[in-house]
């Protein structure tokens, strides 16, 4: 059990806990959210004992250990494995007595505590965890000092789940692992048999994982049972109640308020206006529950839309230095796709991705892309690009070379720097606001194509949803890399798996992919097979049908593209009909545009019984 009782804590002049109180039950697994900079980290040290409250205090039971992922990513010549390993601290000293010991009693004592402690399946477990967060066998016995921070940061997370704390505490523990890692993630916490107190703003990993939530607000925390959806859902109805409860307080106090100043006066009713003065003097102001505004992220659409395919490939390859990562694609995207990438950090989804937007040429086959094709790309390691000097205005000034100050401004505010956020050093701005920035620039003048890479990272979960809405009104082709299933689910419409040194398409959506992961974690087969028997056939069942189909849905779009350009032709005949002259300037070329008109609306009609007929076809053969 944890309890925080009390707890006051200030950072220079902000009050980041006031009086703040909760208690997490023993075995709960418990998702820590609130707004960036609300002070969740705070808590972990304060819990930690890394600094010492202002008042209150935070307590676990005696000798229960607490396991953190330490802020540095750990390095040096060891082996990824045995790090891992070393962090059971009680094998490890065990095992090193247990050289030297020659007293029989204590050495038969060793014996029986590493087997209590299941010391011997050790490597076993640690190089499952490793497995799961992403390091094959071979890497698992390479050296920390050859990996990036990233992948420094998955040992030493690795480490932590391997050492079985009492009280697990993570700090968006995803931030450094690909896809396949969170689901393996999601999956390992979700049968993790101790308390888990986990800060993230993943709402899957919230509603797969967790059983309660902890809401930091306003320098309160309260506690709430259930998952996000279901906190969310509990959140709402409590605003609603409160919402309520103040309307008929005011009504009450308006009433009381209105006797009192009615009979004030007289004295026959002076006493009983005295006694409602006291009850309006004792009425407690119910406080609503106020959601802070998520500035809306917005992607400017492009100008004109371009002849589909945007991009093609055939048979290409791409890769370094002459060096082919990915052999073989045959692929195409059209002008309103959106696609998720798949496939584990390593795999060549960046690859990919630059291969698309042009910053890498293709080794072999052929590429064709259309003409003027715009293409804008965010990658959160852009961000270390930002002039740190600079400010939100600068950036955008540098794009608006001439333009007036307040045209710039008003670009600022469009992108979510209004007023004056948008002259804030570029070095005091949040990751989350720098992300924005970078995004912003990233559309800046309308692409076609927006090529976005981990674009949650940093984000908040009302900021993620606000970052799906901007996708989802986007009218442009989105190709999409994240670890956020949710955002994935919600976005994608295509998947497309990087794996074996190709591009192909994924048959199957996110619950499948999930399975497939989970299977490859536990010794499946690194093929596409690995997804289990019957759910491998229903998927290539499924693949054959749309493959069947495909001639069909063909019809069906080129009827929608029919459709669409005869309503543009009617737009404009209408609006050439709207013009206040025009049967008296030209009664001739009015009445041929009439003439025309109705024969745009036969023509749309058949086009729309066409579309109807098509499209029942292809439900019913679809099943």
């Given amino acids: 059990m944890l309890a925080i009782d009390d707890l006051t804590y200030r950072l220079g002049p902000r009050l980041l806990f006031d009086n703040a109180s909760a208690i997490i039950p023993a075995g709960a697994r418990v ?32 000798l229960a250990r607490i396991g953190r992922v330490e802020q540095e990513a750990p390095g040096g010549p060891g082996k990824l494995v045995d790090f891992v390993l070393a962090a059971d601290v ?58 990036s921070g990233g992948w420094r940061m998955r040992v030493a997370l690795a480490a932590v789940l391997f050492s079985r704390p009492d009280l697990l505490l993570l700090d968006e523990p995803t931030n450094y692992l690909d896809l396949e890692g969170t ?14 107190v986990v800060i993230s703003h993943d709402r899957d990993l919230l509603d797969d994982v967790a059983d309660h939530i902890l809401h930091l607000e306003q320098a309160k925390l309260t506690l709430w049972k259930g998952n996000y959806t279901s906190f969310e859902k509990q959140r709402r109805e409590q605003q609603a109640i409160r919402l309520k409860q103040i309307r008929k307080d005011e009504d009450k106090r308006a009433h009381l308020q209105a006797f009192v100043d009615r009979f004030r006066a007289q004295a026959t009713k002076a006493r009983q206006a005295q006694s ?3 009850m309006l003097e004792k009425m407690e102001p119910v406080q609503a529950i106020v959601d802070q505004d998520v500035l809306p992220f917005n992607f400017p659409s492009p100008a004109k ?137 990233a559309t800046f003048d309308g692409p076609h194509l927006i090529i976005m890479d981990e674009p949650t990272n940093h984000l908040d979960i009302d900021s993620r949803a606000a970052l799906i809405e901007a996708i989802n009104q986007y009218e442009g082709a989105i190709i999409l890399v994240s670890h956020d299933r949710h955002l994935l689910e919600a976005c994608a419409d295509r998947l497309w798996l990087v794996a074996e040194g190709s591009v192909k398409s994924f048959d199957g959506d996110m619950d499948d992919y999930r399975r497939f992961v989970l299977d490859q974690a536990s010794g499946g087969d690194n093929g596409r097979k690995g997804t289990g028997g019957a759910q491998a056939e229903q998927r290539r069942e499924a693949a054959k049908t749309r493959k069947e189909l495909a001639p069909l849905k063909k019809k069906i779009e080129a009827a929608e593209e029919r459709m669409k350009k005869l309503e543009g032709l009617l737009r404009r005949v209408d609006e050439a009909l709207a013009q206040p002259d025009a049967f008296t300037r030209d009664p001739g070329k009015a009445a041929q545009l009439a003439q025309q008109r109705a024969e745009l609306e036969r023509a749309i009609a058949a086009a729309e019984d066409e579309w109807l007929t098509l499209s029942a076809e292809y439900e019913d053969a679809a099943g």
């Fill in 31 to 62: 998702g820590f959210v609130g707004r960036n900079g609300a002070g969740k980290t705070t808590l972990f040290r304060l819990i930690c004992g890394e600094i010492a409250a202002e008042g209150g205090s935070t307590s676990i039971p005696r």
């Fill in 90 to 147: 009680e094998r490890a000293r065990l095992l090193e007595e247990a050289e030297t010991a020659t007293d029989p009693m204590r050495i038969a004592d060793i014996q029986m505590r590493l087997a209590d402690i299941d010391a011997h399946s050790a490597p076993a477990r640690a190089g499952a965890i490793l497995s799961g967060l992403g390091f094959d066998h071979e890497a698992q016995n390479r050296a920390l000092s050859e990996f």
């Fill in 183 to 196: 689901l393996w993630l999601i999956d390992y916490l979700a049968r993790y048999p101790a308390t888990i």
């Fill in 276 to 278: 409602r003065l006291k």
């Fill in 305 to 441: 839309q371009l002849s589909p395919p945007i991009v093609a490939m055939e048979g290409a390859s791409v890769g370094y230095d002459g060096r082919a990562v990915l052999n073989r694609l045959s692929l195409s995207i059209s002008n309103d796709d959106r696609i998720g990438l798949l496939g584990s950090n390593g795999n060549g989804k960046s690859t990919f991705a630059k291969l698309v937007a042009g910053r890498l040429d293709a080794l072999a086959g052929k590429v064709t892309r259309a003409s003027k094709l715009d293409v804008g790309f965010f990658a959160q390691h852009q961000i270390d690009d930002l002039d740190v000097r600079g400010t939100p205005y600068t950036h955008v000034a540098q794009r608006m070379k001439d333009a007036p100050e307040a045209r710039i401004r008003a670009r600022c505010a469009q992108i979510g720097f209004p007023n004056v956020k948008a002259d804030t050093r570029i070095e005091l701005l949040s990751g989350g606001e720098k992300a924005r920035l970078l995004m912003g620039l």
